[in-house]
């Protein structure tokens, strides 16, 4: 990702100068809404947040390139060795005692048969499924139970 020309910062914290409201919240984000060419012509926008920061830098230390990072060129992640020698530093200082995590159990009162809900069937039965509006197909009148050829032929 390339960076932003100290000349566009300075064209997007000139337009703060201008912008509508007196707030400087409603200032970075009226400048938020607009569009910015830098020197190749290539349009930017700018997300208030963004703009906020380079304010604050630009009031703490005037016009200067961000600082650099204190860790640039450092190895950031941990080697092995120096992790096995924390643990191996530690350990002795934890005692047998885990805390015990707590147990998942049931709430309310166990299931009983004069508790047991009324819209279940007795143990052991089925559950059916709900009546349909369909009638069975032996229930349904001698019209119905045929097809619909058979009905075409028929009539």
């Known amino acids: 990702m390339k960076r932003i020309s100290l000349y566009l910062?300075?064209?997007?914290?000139?337009?703060l100068e201008y912008a509508p409201d007196n707030s400087l919240v409603a200032r970075y984000k009226a400048v938020s809404q607009m569009t910015f060419k830098d020197e190749d012509g290539k349009p930017h926008q700018f997300t208030w947040r963004t703009i906020q920061t380079w304010w604050y830098?630009?009031?703490?230390?005037?016009?200067t390139e961000p600082?650099?990072?204190?860790?640039?060129?450092?190895?950031r992640k941990v080697s092995p060795e120096f992790l096995l020698e924390v643990i191996e530093k530690l350990l002795p200082s934890?005692?047998?005692?885990?805390p015990r995590l707590p147990r998942p159990h049931r709430?309310?009162?166990p299931t009983t048969r004069a508790n047991r809900p009324k819209h279940l069937p007795p143990k052991g039965q089925p559950i059916r499924p709900p009546q349909t509006l369909q009638p069975?197909?032996?229930q349904a009148p001698a019209s119905l139970r045929q097809s619909p050829r058979q009905r075409n032929v028929a009539s």
């Open 136 to 138: 069975r197909a032996d």
């Open 94 to 98: 934890f005692h047998g005692n885990r």
């Open 107 to 109: 709430t309310g009162p």
């Open 67 to 75: 600082p650099q990072r204190a860790d640039k060129g450092t190895m």
């Open 9 to 15: 910062k300075m064209r997007v914290l000139g337009a």
């Open 57 to 63: 830098y630009y009031r703490r230390h005037g016009i």
